[in-house]
Structures are given as structure tokens and as C-alpha cells.
């Protein structure tokens, strides 16, 4: 921590913790200077010319005068491509075993020297130098990675490499874990390391959740590169540029830097729904939410005790606005951290949980990894016992700053992690039915500001051994690991709901997330937006972000207003009050703001069975709920350049307002016809549209032929129809849900055209639909078949 750091330490939590916090980390500082090596001569090394090949499943190795080179091509046709002897396992991001070889896929020898791997689905040739291109099977090249180069200390030590890559000139950038302001990634460097930019010293250069999960979209196809390395990081990115016709054309390209650990990589190349069905199948489906989390959620810091939760809850149900769970912050810890909840705030708590649940409302507990060094403490005398801290290269448990000072469980320990599931029995006891992780990583904790553990602190990784530079990145996802397969222990028939700040590949295995603190303003209403999508692409489709802000200023009602309406149609629907936030209920802003809440609220739950549906989907395609608008079509260049707007689902464009004073805007839309959902007005896309934006509502419209699934007026399942165009189909699927259990869920699929003035619905393989049928958008029909157009 520098000086400017020690400053607004000082500013955020005050003189006595600032100063504890510049202490740990000068104490971390010190630590690693006597623990890690110190920087000195190092060598570098290139691949060298291609010395011959050896066959294996799938593709084989390359040898290379000063490195060796392994591809392989799996059945579904993702590549993967190891140098110097880097193989897929082990990982934290893969789930079980990696897919097996294409036995089809064969290495033979290429032109001048090179190798290529031919398989069905892709392409893959290796130059004498060490160069490789993936290609589609017709040969048109996708990304070509320039042979790395790796620097090694000659006194031994973590060996640093660059790779850098090329791509179209067309192609544009996305991904990168919760990196923003926009899902599209513009020229510059993306830090992977992951740290709260709400931590005092902390900049805009980091973020809580990052992923070496790079997507690269272009006309030629587009594909997903994943560099499997939990090492600190840093990706750069240059967008192409065309030469207008003119044959120079600049590629786009892409620098990887990493400070250790293997040079390992995935390529799944395709459509975007191949490519996320693929990474499903490499790092594990999604984890399906309870239903009750696909409603609407509120945030407190929860130091106001009992009194403030029933304050808030009975707040939103004496207004009519609809509320399923309330979370509880650091606030309701004993001493604001640890695993214990204050008996003084919350002297009945399963008296409490029992009567909200009464009312359709869950508690959700957050719950960091720090455990207080007080002896006498159950959990950290259970720790203790059990060895399960992190230990510093001396062998002494790492103390992170404050009074007694913390210490920290070692996630990567499987040993540990079974330990720390089973403290989940005694909130589970107390009523709470979810979890939130607050973790950085255990990296910068927002209470303290500073790296609460050093690079030179030891871990267990799977009992491979290592230090905190590889373990850094994947510590948050372990604890999400941990807390999942303990809840699922304790409560075998209930899917367990857990939200984890931090995490890396592979999370949504264990549930969800949400989106950085951004500043209070239309500025953070658009960033929030863009970590939404930007998370979705890589994998993790149970996210959101806190309404309103969470940092900075409260919101104006008009802001407050249009985020509270984008929310409704995300996964995680989250308002949020607290420290740094202030309150930030509906009725805080205006009777106003609470009738359009209200309307948006009523919405959320009318689509909750198509929320249920997206989630099912999910987990069996890997699909995220919130799309770019370039799903369906990435060749097209408008939808790429467009981040106002997305899809949910397949049926429905949300267009929100993202800007102050907007009553109309204008909403790009894919090829085919879609419907204002409020209206009923139909527009022709592709192209651009002018709609109407009141106050009461954000611009929403429907595919044509789309089958929704809705709350109907009795609380059952209904399905809205929206008619398709003459001589056309439509159709959707319907989840029927079975409860909050593991029980399979069959997915229900529908048709639909019309036939005359009538559209007639089918359910796959039954003669009867089984739901009432409301259609919509006929009277757009009738007017195109008496003028021939609409």
C-alpha cells in the first residue's frame, strides 16, 4: 500500500483501522521478501524449430527444439493446447474429468514443416516455429496464437510467459469475468487478480470476480478462449481495424501475461449456444436456484437487529410490493465478522426466520472467510484443532489486521472445506435458507483494504502444495465449493442458494454472484448492466446488481426508478441499504416511485415461470438467462456494437433507460418481428425502432411466435402466444417446476402458427396443451392480412 492508498484506507474506515491496515500490509510486504524469491537474472526461451511429432488420441505433441507442444481435439470439438508438458488436470475450473479425445481427430504433417490436427468440427495447424491457428473444417482461421516465450529465473523461481494472438479485424472482445463499463471489452488492460474496488487503496483497475475467459466475436465465426492459470495476470486487448476495401487490414490482438504457472489453454469454437453448452460441459452445469430467489431480494447491513428486518418487511408489504428474501450483511455478526451472529441484535432469530417465512420471506445470512484468533471462539477453536488455517512460509498462522485479529481457512484443503461445510448446520438451525459469500478472494477484504493475505502464505491446493499467487484467484471459488457441497450434505432434498462475491471458472457450479459496487449515477446504472452480460458469457448465468448503487450519493427517484425496472428483468433482483448506501427502499423516493415499483414488481412475478424456465435451461445448455442482442445473429455487426439493450431468453428484448429525462428511445432489434409488449404494436427488424419509454414502464417486446409461460390470474401457469407471422412457426418450452428439491424436471415444448385468423398451439407428444392459452399480437395480423403489410 502506497501513500495515496494509506489516504483513503484512512478516509473509508477511519485513522485506527487505516493504520492497522497499512500495518498488515507492510507486515505482508515483509513477509514475502523473506518468503519469495527475489527478483534477478532471468532467461528467456522461445519454442524454437519443430524437431518432430508424437501421435496420441485426439492430435498429439509437437516437440520443439526448447519446448513441446500438446493438441487435442475432444469429441465435441473443443481444442485444448498445452505447452511444456502442460496437461488439462488438475484444475479448479474443470468439473470431474475433461472430455474425452475425438477419436476421429488425427496429427499429420503440414506444409513447411508444420503439424495439423484434422477433426470434423475444427482445425487446428502448428507452424515450424510454433505458431498455432484454430480454423473452421473449411479452413478459415479464427485466431492464430504467435509462439509464447517464457522467462526463467536462473536461480529457480516462478517462470513468467506472454502469448499473443491475432484475430479478424472485425472481431470484437468480450468476457473477462465482471470486467465493464460495457459487455464489450474496448482497447486497453485487464488486471487478473482478483481484489473489491470498494477496498480503501483499491482502484478501478480490479475487480472482485475475474476470468482468464476471453470471447472473441467476429463475421468469419466466433469462439471462446479460456487460459486455464489462477496466476496474477494481465490481458491486453486491440481491436482490428478494416482497410476499407483496400486489402490491409489491421487484426485485432490480444496479449496474455501471466506471472507463473502453466501455459495451458481452451478454444470452443461455434455459435454462441455451442460454445456456452460446450463450457458447460467443461466446467459444470449451473447450479438451479430455489424459486423463491428468482424473486425480488432486499439487502440490509443488518446492525439495525430484529427490529429493522421487520421494519423493512413490513414496509414492503403494507405498500403491496412483493418480497421473497431479505438478506443480512456483515452487520448481524458478533463484532461484524466470524461465523456468529449477535445475540444481542437478534436474541430470537429462529422465532423470526419462522414467522417471515410464514409471509413468503426468506433470511439469507452473509458470511465471510475471516474467523476471529479469539480462544474460546467455537470456530476458531475447531480450526484449530482441525489445523485448517492458512499458514504463512514459517509455519505460523497468517493474521489478518484488527483486534484480536483473523485468520483464515484454507479452502484448497478438501479436509477443510469439509470441516467449514458442516458450521453451516448452525445458521440452518437458526432459520437463515441461503447464504452470501462476502469474499474478495481473501484477497482485499472491504473491511480492511489491504491484501489480507500474503503472496508468500502456503496452501494445500489439493495437497500438490503451493503458495498464495496460485491460490490467490481460486480461493473465493473454493469456499463457494465448500459451502455448497456442505449444505447440500446437511439438507440432501433442498438445492442450497448461495451468492459468492469472488470466485473463478467453474463457479456456477455452486451458485451465483453479483456485480462490483459501482458509483451512485447513470454512469454505474450502465456498468452494472454490462458485468451482467459480460458474467453471463462466462458462465455464470445467477447474477445481478444492487439497485441503485451501492456506493456514493443516494440516487435521484427517476434513477433509482429505471434501475429498480432494469432489476425486474434480471436474474438476481437485489435492492440494497446500508452503510456507504443509506436507505434505499421504493418508498424512500416517492409514492411515485412506488406505484411504478409496484407495476415492475407485479411484472417480476407474473414472469416468474419464465425465470424458472431460463434456469432450467440453463443448467442443461448452459445458456445465460440476460443475452447480448448478438446471440442469435453474431454476424451481425449492429447487434455487436449494441450494449443498451438485451434478450432474456429467447422470447423476450429488454430495451432499459440509461439515460435522465428519456420518455421515447430508440431500440435496435434482430431479423423478425417483434411486439411491444405493452402496446401490442409489431416492428420489422432487423433495423431500428422508436418506442415509447414512460416513467411506469421500460420498453419490452416479444419475438413473434414466442411462447411464454406466466403467473395467470389463479397462480397457475399460463402460456402467452405471441402470433407468429403468416407462414411462419413459432414455439417455446415450459418448465414445469417440482419444488426446490433435485428432482429432474421435464422440459414441456410447444408449436405454434396459425391458421387463419387463429393461432393453434401443440404440446410435443401430447394431444392436449395442458395450460390456458392467451394469445397476443392478432390484432397486428389482421391488419397485415387486410393491408398486406403492418
Known amino acids: 500500500m502506497d501513500a495515496r492508498g494509506l489516504v483513503r484506507s484512512v478516509r473509508v474506515v477511519g485513522v485506527t483501522q487505516g493504520l492497522r491496515t497499512a500495518r498488515a500490509a507492510w507486515r505482508n510486504r515483509r513477509a514475502d521478501a523473506r518468503a519469495l524469491p527475489r527478483a534477478g537474472r532471468e532467461r528467456a526461451r522461445v519454442p524454437g524449430p519443430a524437431q518432430g511429432a508424437e501421435p496420441q488420441p485426439g492430435g498429439g505433441v509437437v516437440h520443439f527444439e526448447r519446448a513441446s507442444l500438446r493438441v487435442r481435439v475432444t469429441a465435441g470439438g473443443m481444442v485444448f493446447c498445452g505447452w511444456d508438458g502442460a496437461v488439462p488436470e488438475p484444475s479448479y475450473a474443470l468439473a470431474g474429468t475433461y472430455p474425452q479425445a475425438d477419436a476421429r481427430a488425427a496429427l499429420e504433417p503440414d506444409k513447411d514443416g508444420g503439424w495439423r490436427v484434422v477433426s470434423g468440427r475444427v482445425l487446428v495447424t502448428v507452424t515450424r516455429l510454433g505458431a498455432v491457428e484454430v480454423r ?249 484443532d482441525e489445523d485448517a488455517f492458512v499458514r504463512d512460509a514459517e509455519g505460523r498462522p497468517v493474521r489478518g489486521p484488527g483486534r484480536p485479529g483473523v485468520v483464515f481457512p484454507d479452502f484448497t484443503d478438501p479436509r477443510v472445506r469439509k470441516w467449514w461445510g458442516g458450521l453451516y448446520a448452525e445458521r440452518l438451525a437458526q432459520g437463515f435458507a441461503g447464504f452470501c459469500h462476502e469474499t474478495d478472494g481473501a484477497a482485499s477484504l472491504a473491511a480492511f483494504g489491504a491484501p489480507a493475505l500474503p503472496r508468500s502464505a502456503r496452501h494445500c491446493l489439493e495437497s500438490r502444495g503451493g503458495d498464495h499467487r496460485e491460490a490467490h484467484n481460486v480461493y473465493a471459488l473454493a469456499m463457494a465449493r465448500a459451502g455448497f457441497e456442505g449444505l447440500r450434505g446437511l439438507r440432501p432434498k433442498e438445492r442450497p442458494f448461495l451468492l459468492s462475491r469472488s470466485g473463478w471458472a467453474g463457479l456456477q457450479r455452486y451458485g451465483g454472484t453479483w456485480t462490483d459496487p459501482v458509483e451512485t449515477g447513470w454512469e454505474g446504472l450502465r456498468t452494472s448492466l454490462g458485468q451482467v452480460i459480460g458474467l453471463g458469457l462466462c458462465g455464470v448465468p445467477y447474477c445481478g446488481a444492487d439497485i441503485g448503487g451501492a456506493t456514493g450519493p443516494a440516487p435521484d427517484p427517476e434513477l433509482y426508478l429505471r434501475w429498480f425496472q432494469l432489476g425486474a428483468y434480471l436474474p438476481l433482483f437485489r435492492t440494497h441499504s446500508g452503510p456507504g448506501a443509506g436507505r434505499r427502499e421504493p418508498w424512500e423516493f416517492g409514492p411515485g416511485v412506488v406505484e411504478h415499483a409496484r407495476a415492475a414488481l407485479r411484472e417480476r412475478e407474473r414472469l416468474l415461470p419464465y425465470f424458472v424456465t431460463l434456469a432450467r435451461l440453463a443448467h442443461r445448455s448452459g445458456a445465460p438467462y440476460v443475452r447480448p442482442l448478438w446471440w442469435g445473429a453474431p454476424k451481425d455487426r449492429a447487434l455487436r456494437e449494441c450494449e443498451d439493450a438485451f434478450l432474456l431468453g429467447d422470447a423476450l428484448l429488454v430495451a432499459p433507460v440509461l439515460e435522465a429525462g428519456v420518455t421515447r428511445r430508440t431500440v435496435r432489434l434482430p431479423r423478425g418481428r417483434w411486439y411491444d409488449t405493452a402496446t401490442g404494436e409489431a416492428y420489422e427488424g432487423p433495423g431500428q425502432v422508436v418506442v415509447e419509454a414512460p416513467l411506469s414502464r421500460i420498453p419490452v417486446l416479444a419475438r413473434a411466435g414466442a411462447v411464454v409461460p406466466v403467473t395467470g390470474p389463479d397462480g397457475g401457469v399460463e402460456l402467452e402466444v405471441w402470433a407468429p407471422p403468416h407462414g411462419r412457426t413459432g414455439g417455446g418450452v415450459v418448465a414445469a417446476e417440482a419444488g426446490d428439491g433435485w428432482d429432474r424436471v421435464e422440459l414441456e415444448r410447444f408449436s405454434v402458427r396459425m391458421l387463419g385468423r387463429e393461432a393453434a398451439v401443440v404440446r410435443e407428444g401430447a394431444a392436449e396443451v395442458g395450460y390456458p392459452v392467451r394469445v397476443r399480437g392478432l390484432r397486428a395480423q389482421w391488419r397485415e392480412g387486410d393491408a398486406g403489410r403492418v
Do not use: I, K
Open 136 to 384: 473452421t473444417p473449411g479452413g478459415v482461421v479464427l485466431r492464430r496464437d504467435l509462439p509464447p516465450r517464457w522467462w526463467e529465473p536462473v536461480d529457480g523461481g516462478a517462470v513468467r510467459w506472454v502469448q499473443r494472438s491475432e484475430v479478424s479485424s472485425d472481431a470484437r472482445f468480450f468476457g473477462l469475468g465482471g470486467w465493464a463499463p460495457g459487455p464489450r471489452l474496448r482497447d486497453g488492460s485487464y488486471r487478473l487478480w482478483n481484489a473489491g474496488p470498494d477496498s480503501p487503496g483499491a482502484g478501478r483497475e480490479v475487480r472482485s470476480l475475474t476470468m482468464p475467459v476471453l470471447w472473441v466475436v467476429a463475421d468469419a465465426g466466433g469462439h471462446l478462449v479460456f487460459h486455464d492459470n489462477s496466476w496474477e495476470g494481465l490481458v491486453t486487448l486491440r481491436e482490428g481495424l478494416e482497410g476499407a476495401g483496400s486489402g490491409h487490414d489491421r487484426p485485432g490482438r490480444c496479449e496474455v501475461r501471466m506471472s507463473g504457472g502453466p501455459l495451458r489453454y481452451w478454444v470452443l469454437t461455434g455459435a454462441p449456444s455451442r460454445v456456452l453448452h460446450g463450457w458447460r460441459a467443461l466446467t459444470g452445469a449451473p447450479a438451479v436456484p430455489p424459486r423463491w430467489a428468482l424473486g425480488h431480494q432486499h439487502a440490509l447491513w443488518g446492525s439495525g437487529g430484529e427490529d429493522e428486518v421487520r421494519r423493512v418487511v413490513a414496509g414492503y408489504a403494507e405498500r403491496g410490493l412483493p418480497l421473497r428474501a431479505v438478506h443480512l450483511g456483515a452487520g448481524h455478526h458478533r463484532r461484524r465478522r466470524g461465523f456468529t451472529v449477535d445475540p444481542e441484535r437478534f436474541p430470537d432469530l429462529p422465532a423470526l426466520a419462522s414467522g417471515l417465512r410464514e409471509d413468503g420471506v426468506r433470511l439469507v445470512s452473509a458470511v465471510g472467510p475471516e474467523v476471529p484468533a479469539e480462544a474460546g471462539g467455537a470456530v476458531y477453536d475447531g480450526g484449530r
